[in-house]
């Protein structure tokens, strides 16, 4: 009983805390957005209790509800700030819209949101260990957290026993939380955690569409992102491909608020997303990478200052969820297959070998042609079609974002080249998740595009 208040605890305070810094706007697609970073917040933070808790030998119960205080203290600072002085931020208010959704694209919609859904439920129940390697890499090493009497010295042990050891803590860490609040193990907390962050994707591309382009290009937005039948698939599975995707995810469409709205607090939570994301996957630190780095090369020589002040935001949210990885790998120092070969094997010397580049061409380009036979295709066509440069050249967001997630792809393909697996075999079994990854933030991104802003009037 008192897990499951610490576990309540820290949701509460990870909604105070996005709350104060996105507003308390009655707006349908900033409340939706709203829950969504909340979810994903208190992913991060109860999975980073678990694993702090047993680092400084402290019951996970009074880690979480620590967390907690020190997120709702977090919260009241943020409240303080904007009350006191926002400077840089601007509230452009609440606005309705004067346009109505055509009743074939919001029943379209439903319909198809409803159906992935229900499937994603079905597929799950009927395969709740998941697939791959979902139970035996990341609800197995939950219980080397949630076991009693286990001291950090053993665990660092027992996780060498495992694959991939220094693997980040995200949905290990949730799930020990999940297993103390139950007291048992249970398929549950992979299978919640697996529909919460799809509901999550849906809610904040959505609701941030909704925000800042209206009510189609919302519906639109779900309509392809149900479309795209890879990813609630791959949700089904229980690994943590579908929680990297909503941390990029959030981190796009939080920059997207944050620039447009010229505030401060959505580009805070864009780097605690980014935080999440390396917390997440080893994928995630790549992607930290390339936000920063593209932050900086597609910011123009007049816009050094604004560029900087936002690198500046976004490293600090995602510090403490950084911090934590970083103390995860240092703590257990064993090398993921990938870096072992880079650093001991010599595999990048693959990258004069020429041959290589084809395979990787030719299955990259296959599975983006074939999401979700061929949506997202169709949408990147319209775009084109629609606006040549995608958006406005003024904004800076219309390159640095595209150009992030690109490089994101790029490092993928990188990996494929240097890859001391069978070349084929590692294109064959992770192709389809690593571009799942890139899914719903590209959706949001070409939708963004194409939609024209509805007019609006002041509530």
Not at 337 to 357: C, I, K, M, P
Not at 408 to 431: A, E, K, M, R
Request: charge should be positive.
């Amino acid at each position: 009983m008192i897990a499951l208040l610490a576990l309540a605890a820290q949701a509460l305070a990870c909604g105070a805390l996005v709350r104060a810094l996105l507003g308390a706007d009655r707006c349908v697609g900033l409340a939706a957005q709203r829950v969504a970073i909340t979810f994903g917040l208190w992913a991060g933070v109860t999975s980073g209790a678990s694993v702090l808790a047993l680092r400084m030998h402290q019951a996970r119960t009074v880690t979480g509800f620590v967390a907690a205080l020190v997120v709702c203290a977090l919260a009241w600072a943020a409240t303080r700030t904007r009350r006191s002085s926002c400077a840089g931020d601007v509230d452009a208010g609440h606005v309705v819209s004067t346009q109505t959704v055509p009743v074939w694209l919001r029943t379209l919609a439903s319909v198809c949101v409803t159906l992935a859904f229900v499937s994603c439920l079905l597929y799950t129940l009927g395969r709740p260990h998941g697939s791959w390697d979902a139970w035996c890499m990341w609800s197995a090493k939950a219980s080397l957290l949630h076991g009693p009497d286990r001291t950090w010295q053993q665990f660092v042990v027992d996780l060498g026993t495992y694959e991939h050891p220094p693997y980040p803590f995200l949905v290990p860490g949730f799930l020990a939380q999940w297993m103390d609040a139950l007291g048992v193990r249970s398929t549950s907390g992979p299978i919640f955690l697996a529909l919460g962050f799809v509901l999550a994707s849906g809610m904040a591309l959505g609701g941030t569409l909704r925000n800042l382009r209206g009510s189609r290009a919302a519906w639109f937005g779900l309509l392809m992102l149900a479309g795209v039948h890879q990813f609630p698939q791959k949700a089904a599975d229980l690994a943590a491909d579908v929680p990297l995707a909503f941390y990029l995810l959030g981190t796009v469409t939080l920059l997207q608020l944050g620039i447009e709205r010229g505030r401060s607090g959505p580009l805070l939570l864009a780097g605690a997303c980014l935080g999440c994301a390396t917390w997440t996957k080893n994928e995630g630190m790549l992607a930290l990478v390339c936000f920063l780095l593209c932050a900086v090369l597609c910011s123009g020589a007049s816009r050094r200052s604004a560029s900087a002040r936002r690198i500046a935001l976004l490293l600090a949210g995602a510090l403490p969820f950084l911090g934590l990885t970083l103390l995860l790998k240092i703590e257990v120092p064993a090398l993921t297959d990938l870096v072992d070969a880079a650093v001991n094997q010599g595999s990048l010397v693959h990258l004069t070998e020429f041959e290589r580049y084809q395979p990787v061409l030719r299955k990259v380009g296959k599975e983006i042609f074939e999401l979700g036979n061929g949506l997202v295709l169709l949408l990147i066509l319209l775009a084109w079609c629609r606006q040549p440069t995608l958006v406005p050249r003024k904004d800076t967001a219309g390159r640095w974002l595209p150009a992030a997630l690109l490089s994101i792809l790029f490092g993928y393909s990188v990996v494929y080249v240097t890859t001391p697996l069978n070349q084929d075999y590692h294109l064959i079994t992770s192709c389809v998740r690593l571009l799942v990854h890139l899914v719903p933030a590209s959706v949001f991104l070409l939708v963004f595009a194409i939609a024209e802003r509805e007019h609006t009037a002041p509530a």
